[in-house]
């Protein structure tokens, strides 16, 4: 895992990067949102984080700690600042370079819920319904008692990304029909009033998409899991991280091979894969005749190490406060740049009047 070296921030350096319409030939434009609800594991860096460090060489990226769709399920508010600056320092920490890319606070940034509520007008209840992640979260059950705000989530989401005319949306593979919604929206919204948003893609990972519970295979590591042995925080030292490897369910049988009847090792060859950087072949053969004890006692220094430099870069954060709230409050500056000219232009598609000057 590349680490961001400790350098200092110039605000030249990122005014130089300033919104890139005013570049002849602008480069494709990423964003992506994690929400500030805990620390993130592996499933997060696998999924959707590593991807934002690749597309740094390719994209103009903006990478967005969701504070406001982390409210739609209470937190206590010293754990959701806390958890908002370690969320951006883990950014920074895997190797998002802040001289490269926005980092953002989303409620730092007004528009998001501006554009928000203008979208709430094109979306439909029936499509809201629908959608997984809120049947999951309300068990299915849409009773009375069930947050507008947790109903709403995916309109944010989808203002979140037709903001800043993103073209491309790397995440896990949760989030794949969110991103479908907001496909929709903006085309409903361009065919309404004319040819306002871009069209976004997601960019999902051929590999790490969905990483699996380490105490249940069959549903995705999860921050908000009941159990934290179902996950490896980034953050887990690493007698945590030996600990939880070794209480990891794992299947009927000793062979050390994924396949559909080993959803478990199917799980951990590919952490190991990703990790080290080596085909499933690969691992499948040095294990061969070895059984899973072997083999989870070297996954867990596989993970170990690849967390090392990471963990290293999150302590330089955690005793340099200024630099996070630096890296914010320009990254601030800049996306609001970029989201009031995209909401000059609703408001003239929509037929809102201008406010006189
Ligand atoms: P969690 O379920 O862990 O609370 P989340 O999906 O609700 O996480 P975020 O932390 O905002 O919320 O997710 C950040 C990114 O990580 C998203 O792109 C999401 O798709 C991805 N992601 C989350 N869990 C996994 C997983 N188990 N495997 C792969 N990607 C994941
Ligand atoms: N819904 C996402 C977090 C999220 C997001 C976004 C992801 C909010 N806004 C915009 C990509 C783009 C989640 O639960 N992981």
Not at 29 to 36: L, M
Not at 122 to 138: N, S
Not at 319 to 335: I, S, Y
């Amino acid at each position: 895992m590349a680490a961001y070296g400790g350098h200092e921030l110039d605000s030249c350096a990122m005014t130089a990067s300033r919104d890139n319409e005013e570049r002849p030939a602008r480069r494709p434009r990423v964003f992506s949102g994690t929400q500030p609800t805990g620390a993130l594991h592996l499933g997060n860096y696998l999924g959707a984080m590593r991807n934002y460090v690749a597309l740094q060489e390719t994209h103009d990226c903006i990478y967005c700690v969701v504070d406001l769709h982390a409210i739609t399920i209470r937190q206590p508010r010293a754990e959701l600042k806390r958890n908002t600056i370690e969320t951006a320092n883990m950014f920074l920490a895997a190797g998002v370079d802040p001289e490269r890319s926005i980092v953002i606070v989303q409620s730092h940034v007004p528009q998001h819920t501006e554009l928000a509520w203008i979208l709430n007008t094109v979306a439909y209840m029936g499509e809201l319904r629908r959608m997984t992640q809120f049947k999951d979260k309300t068990g299915g059950v849409e009773g009375e008692s069930v947050s507008v705000g947790l109903f709403d989530y995916p309109v944010l989401m989808a203002a979140d990304i037709l903001l800043y005319r993103a073209d491309a949306v790397p995440v896990g593979e949760d989030q794949k029909q969110h991103v479908e919604l907001t496909r929709d929206l903006a085309e409903r919204f361009n065919n309404a009033f004319g040819k306002t948003f871009v069209v976004p893609a997601p960019i999902i990972p051929p590999e790490g998409a969905r990483i699996m519970g380490l105490d249940d295979p069959t549903k995705k590591m999860s921050k908000s899991a009941g159990s934290a042995y179902n996950y490896i925080a980034l953050t887990d030292s690493p007698d945590e991280i030996r600990r939880k490897i070794k209480r990891a369910v794992t299947d009927s049988g000793t062979e050390v091979r994924p396949g559909d009847d080993k959803p478990a090792l199917t799980n951990l060859v590919a952490i190991y894969g990703l990790l080290a950087g080596e085909a499933a072949e690969t691992i499948i053969d040095r294990y061969a005749g070895k059984g899973y004890a072997d083999f989870k006692a070297d996954l867990a220094e596989v993970t170990v190490d690849a967390l090392a430099p990471f963990q290293a870069r999150m302590r330089e954060l955690a005793d340099d406060k200024g630099f996070t709230l630096d890296v914010l409050r320009l990254g601030a500056e800049r996306a609001e740049a970029i989201a009031a000219r995209t909401m000059q232009k609703v408001h003239e598609r929509v037929g809102l009047v201008p406010r006189p000057d």
